[in-house]
């Protein structure tokens, strides 16, 4: 009888281990999947490199890409406020992928990435929203016509110019929206009412933005590039999907022994 109720204890917790253990290398391999589709983008490289700002914004000054279709590259401008001043660089270019490309062939002239009291945000909006607009440490908003206008302080006029508000005035109604709808809550803001009055196309016709590389090229250029990279992405998710389709018993042996290095080595870094 005792040694009956020991071997049922026994094969209980064999059967355990067992049924964890499945669930486990299950997990391995959807977080392997998960992470094969994780693209680290020079973004993201800078957003660590600013680990140590409480506030800052990325903007894509301008963007590129090769006539033969094989290359695509990013300029970004980094803001970053400090105590008494409002620092900026531009960039050098950086290669992206043609994913990333395709993800803000919209977003010229906007902050792609911000960081605001120590949080980071990583959807288009309007350069300026996030830090700057609406933060009475560097303007107010004044009336005019019967509408209320955001303005810099004298100290700080320059940052009209650096997002683009010369061309562009914010108003107040337009910022209310993008805090009320948009901000933290992962979604891209071009304007109110789904109008689309920030991004590429009217930053290029702005004087910020009529002098970038990207403004310089031709439509029929341009069109070319869009139609490129849908293709490309298109083509990757195909493969993609395909690969996870044909999955083996043997494939997943191997990334399940592959799965804990691949974590390891990219877990540094802030991926989206």
């Given at each position: 009888?005792?040694?009956?109720?020991?071997?049922?204890?026994?094969?209980?917790?064999?059967?355990?281990?067992?049924?964890?253990?499945?669930?486990?290398?299950?997990?391995?391999?959807?977080?392997?999947?998960?992470?094969?589709?994780w693209e680290k983008s020079p973004v993201d490289e800078l957003i660590k490199s600013l680990s140590?700002?409480?506030?800052?914004?990325?903007?894509?000054?301008?963007?590129?890409?090769?006539?033969?279709?094989?290359?695509?590259?990013?300029?970004?401008?980094?803001?970053?406020?400090?105590?008494?001043?409002?620092?900026?660089?531009?960039?050098?270019?950086?290669?992206?992928?043609?994913?990333?490309?395709?993800?803000?062939?919209?977003?010229?002239?906007?902050?792609?990435?911000?960081?605001?009291?120590?949080?980071?945000?990583?959807?288009?909006?309007?350069?300026?929203?996030?830090?700057?607009?609406?933060?009475?440490?560097?303007?107010?908003?004044?009336?005019?016509?019967?509408?209320?206008?955001?303005?810099?302080?004298?100290?700080?006029?320059?940052?009209?110019?650096?997002?683009?508000?010369?061309?562009?005035?914010?108003?107040?109604?337009?910022?209310?929206?993008?805090?009320?709808?948009?901000?933290?809550?992962?979604?891209?803001?071009?304007?109110?009412?789904?109008?689309?009055?920030?991004?590429?196309?009217?930053?290029?016709?702005?004087?910020?933005?009529?002098?970038?590389?990207?403004?310089?090229?031709?439509?029929?250029?341009?069109?070319?590039?869009?139609?490129?990279?849908?293709?490309?992405?298109?083509?990757?998710?195909?493969?993609?999907?395909?690969?996870?389709?044909?999955?083996?018993?043997?494939?997943?042996?191997?990334?399940?022994?592959?799965?804990?290095?691949?974590?390891?080595?990219?877990?540094?870094?802030?991926?989206?």
């Amino acid at each position: 009888m005792n040694n009956g109720f020991v071997k049922l204890i026994i094969v209980v917790i064999i059967g355990f281990v067992v049924i964890k253990a499945c669930s486990s290398s299950g997990n391995d391999y959807r977080d392997s999947g998960q992470m094969e589709n994780w693209e680290k983008s020079p973004v993201d490289e800078l957003i660590k490199s600013l680990s140590d700002e409480q506030n800052f914004s990325i903007i894509l000054y301008d963007m590129d890409a090769g006539d033969s279709g094989d290359s695509y590259k990013h300029k970004y401008r980094v803001v970053v406020e400090k105590p008494d001043t409002v620092q900026a660089r531009e960039t050098e270019w950086y290669p992206v992928s043609a994913g990333f490309f395709k993800q803000h062939l919209n977003d010229m002239g906007m902050e792609i990435a911000s960081k605001k009291d120590g949080v980071v945000h990583k959807q288009a909006a309007p350069a300026g929203y996030t830090n700057y607009v609406g933060n009475q440490k560097y303007g107010h908003w004044v009336n005019r016509n019967g509408s209320s206008f955001w303005e810099f302080y004298g100290k700080y006029a320059f940052l009209s110019s650096m997002f683009n508000m010369m061309s562009y005035p914010v108003r107040r109604s337009y910022w209310d929206d993008y805090y009320g709808g948009y901000y933290g809550r992962g979604r891209s803001y071009y304007g109110p009412s789904g109008r689309t009055i920030y991004g590429t196309k009217n930053y290029t016709s702005s004087s910020s933005g009529r002098n970038t590389t990207w403004a310089s090229k031709p439509p029929t250029f341009k069109d070319k590039v869009r139609n490129r990279v849908s293709r490309s992405t298109s083509a990757s998710s195909s493969r993609k999907y395909s690969s996870g389709s044909s999955y083996s018993r043997t494939s997943r042996s191997s990334s399940r022994s592959s799965s804990g290095s691949s974590f390891r080595s990219r877990s540094g870094g802030f991926g989206k």
